[in-house]
Each structure stands twice: as structure tokens, then as C-alpha cells.
């Protein structure tokens, strides 16, 4: 089964897309989720210019999306995570390391000239396999 969801415990997406794509598949559920930015509730970036803040807000917003679904970080089994600045990936790297405490997911990091918010560091999206 196939559910499109935005998980009434997160702010709605700014946009026409959804939060996560749920599939269940044989015991188990495969979720994926939408690039995340970092905004918040009411929809305003947080930490211009501020990659640890930036980061630690988008992983704030999958960490509430997985729990929604009844997963966690420890559920991700791929990460790809969009820069506009490979400069500032160690910066990255400090927050997800505090994130990911287990065996980390796979990984894309690519760096990418601009993202469709205006002042935003980094995009991040993730797949999850959650054991039924």
C-alpha cells in the first residue's frame, strides 16, 4: 500500500509536494522523505548564513517526520544531502555525526549552485526501512 503523507505533528510543506511517501512492503514499511530546508512552523528559514543551525533544524524536522511513522534515525538506510557550499560540509558533518550514532546510512553529498529558498545551506532527504 502507498500512502502520501505531511504528518499532522510537523508543519505543513511550504509548496505542492508532501512531507513522505509511505509504502508498506511484506511486514515491513519503506518512507521517503521529501527534501527538507530549514524552516519553521510559520514557514521562515532559521540560521541565515548558519550551517549548524540549518542543519540541526532540518534534521529536528525528519527526526519528528520518522517518528510519525514510527521510525527513527536508526531506521535510515540512505541519506542525500545537497550543499550549496562543500566548504561548509564539515559543519555538516558535526551535526549529522550527533544524529547518525549507529552504523551510518548510505550517502550522496553533492554541492549545488542554489536551492528554491533563498538563504538556504543545505537540503537534505532520506529513506527509511521500518521492520513491521
Same mark, same amino acid.
Given at each position: ?12 510543506? $511550504?509548496?505542492?509536494?508532501? %512531507?513522505? /511517501?509511505? +509504502?508498506? +512492503?511484506?511486514?515491513?514499511? *519503506? ?10 512552523? &510559520?514557514?521562515? *528559514? ?5 550551517? $549548524? ?6 534534521? !529536528?524536522?525528519?527526526? /519528528?517526520?520518522? !517518528? /510519525? %511513522? ?24 558535526? $551535526? ?14 553533492? !554541492?549545488?549552485?542554489? *536551492?528554491?529558498? &533563498?538563504?538556504? *545551506?543545505? !537540503?537534505?532527504?532520506? $529513506?527509511?526501512?521500518? /521492520?513491521?
Amino acid at each position: 500500500m502507498l500512502v502520501i503523507d505531511n504528518p499532522a505533528t510537523v508543519a505543513a510543506p $511550504v509548496g505542492a509536494y508532501s %512531507h513522505v /511517501a509511505r +509504502v508498506d +512492503v511484506g511486514t515491513g514499511t *519503506l518512507l521517503f522523505l521529501s527534501g527538507q530546508i530549514a524552516l519553521d512552523d &510559520d514557514g521562515r *528559514l532559521v540560521g541565515a548564513g548558519d550551517m $549548524v543551525a540549518q542543519a540541526t533544524r532540518v534534521f !529536528e524536522l525528519i527526526g /519528528a517526520i520518522l !517518528e /510519525a %511513522h514510527g521510525a527513527t534515525f536508526a531506521d535510515v538506510v540512505n541519506i542525500r544531502t545537497f550543499l550549496t557550499d562543500m566548504a561548509q560540509l564539515p559543519q555538516y558533518g558535526q $551535526v549529522r555525526l550527533a544524529v547518525f550514532t549507529g552504523r551510518p546510512p548510505t550517502s550522496t553529498t553533492v !554541492e549545488v549552485s542554489k *536551492l528554491f529558498r &533563498d538563504g538556504a *545551506l543545505l !537540503e537534505v532527504e532520506v $529513506v527509511a526501512a521500518v /521492520a513491521g
